[in-house]
């Protein structure tokens, strides 16, 4: 693939306002014709690969998708996010599959950058124990309570802690109690560790299915997101250093293309094919219990990886909500994220 320089002689208005978009992220515009690369490997990193908010990420590896655009990928399981931080600044070949907002929390000179959006809602439900909350109305009711995320920096605890400011209380109120891998939040629900759990699937439909819990607040549900945060909430993204998006292109753009297959399978996919590629996971003791929890995310899953302006400026609002201190410290929302990728592999599958 040749890179195409921008040019403001012959372009039409929509050609040269893709020039300078990425001329501010330090792109190359990639032309339309697309050649696999040469093989190159690349690190994936996520946080739970039990979790379904990375299907569409490790669908692409299964399916092979990756592999038919020249990519090698090593999936490095990193629970905890500082390991991530560190690798992406170690300025190897890796992307983190992490909630868009994290790239907010990123001091200036850090420059991370939103490759495509995978998951177009923050993709987690809020569950409160039958046994320790049955009468449960309102959000005060967790008052005093432990309510059990994935970490103590991650957009579940933003999520909760969101819900409890619009319903007039203080997240000052509640205990977050940082839950690790999906097994050990099922275990400190059932047992009554925590009074309540915000965690993807398939830990909350399992636990809705086994009648552990009651879902309260449903936050894969995008017309629930956007009346709770009052626009689109992004979930999570591929994220990498902006030196490796400008020093390595080709790679960024294979990613997105498989990725952005994988969507685009999982839009219609029916049961027989989710089950004939039904990935190998602890929770999924139970195929029905599979089906459910992604008929459950479905619609929390990206169409085409684009990421829309109002998306972004609803995470930054809560950012900025939650911590104002570190308002002053956030970079430009538009040097965030760029859909150039997105969109190249829109065109390309026929979205």
Same mark, same amino acid.
Request: a positive charge; proline letters at 5%.
């Given at each position: ?11 039409? !208005?929509?050609?040269?306002?893709? *020039? ?42 299964? +399916? ?19 390991? /991530? ?19 907010? /929390? ?28 049955? *009468? ?58 925590? &009074? ?12 809705? #299915? #086994?009648?552990?819990? &009651? ?19 992004? *979930?999570?993204? +591929? ?7 400008? #020093? ?18 999982? !839009?219609?996919?029916?049961?027989? &094919? ?16 599979? +089906? ?12 085409? *990886? ?20 570190? #308002? ?14 997105? +969109? ?8």
């Amino acid at each position: 693939m040749s890179d195409v320089s921008i040019q403001t002689a012959g372009l039409n !208005r929509r050609q040269w306002s893709k *020039g300078v978009l990425a001329g501010a992220l330090g792109l190359n515009l990639l032309s339309s014709t697309w050649a696999a690369l040469p093989t190159v490997k690349l690190t994936l990193l996520l946080d739970d690969t039990s979790s379904m908010t990375h299907l569409p990420v490790l669908l692409a590896e299964q +399916l092979g998708y990756f592999k038919a655009e020249g990519l090698v990928i090593d999936i490095l399981e990193q629970p905890n996010s500082a390991l /991530s931080v560190e690798t992406l600044q170690s300025g190897g070949l890796a992307v983190w599959s992490a909630p868009y907002d994290q790239v907010l /929390s990123v001091p200036r000179k850090e420059a991370w950058v939103a490759i495509m959006q995978t998951g177009r809602t923050p993709q987690l439900a809020l569950g409160v124990s039958r046994k320790n909350l049955p *009468g449960f109305k309102r959000m005060q009711d967790l008052n005093g309570r432990r309510i059990g995320v994935p970490a103590l920096d991650s957009q579940a605890r933003r999520c909760v802690d969101y819900a409890m400011v619009l319903a007039g209380d203080s997240p000052s109120n509640i205990n977050h109690v940082a839950m690790g891998q999906a097994s050990q939040a099922i275990l400190a629900l059932r047992n009554g560790t925590v &009074d309540a759990l915000c965690m993807p699937d398939p830990v909350m439909t399992l636990l809705e #299915k #086994k009648g552990d819990v &009651d879902i309260v607040r449903n936050f894969r549900s995008a017309k629930e997101s956007q009346r709770l945060f009052a626009g689109a909430m992004p *979930g999570h993204s +591929l994220i990498a250093s902006q030196e490796m998006v400008r #020093k390595h292109p080709q790679a960024c753009q294979a990613l997105v293309f498989g990725v952005t297959r994988a969507l685009k399978w999982l !839009r219609t996919a029916g049961p027989s &094919d989710l089950l004939g590629n039904m990935l190998d996971n602890p929770i999924f003791l139970d195929r029905a219990v599979y +089906l459910n929890a992604v008929d459950n995310m479905r619609e929390s899953y990206s169409v085409d *990886g684009v990421m829309t302006t109002d998306a972004a400026q609803t995470a930054l609002r809560l950012r900025n909500v939650l911590e104002p201190q570190a #308002k002053a410290l956030r970079r430009d929302l538009g040097l965030t994220y760029t859909n150039e990728f997105a +969109l190249q592999a829109r065109s390309r599958f026929k979205f």
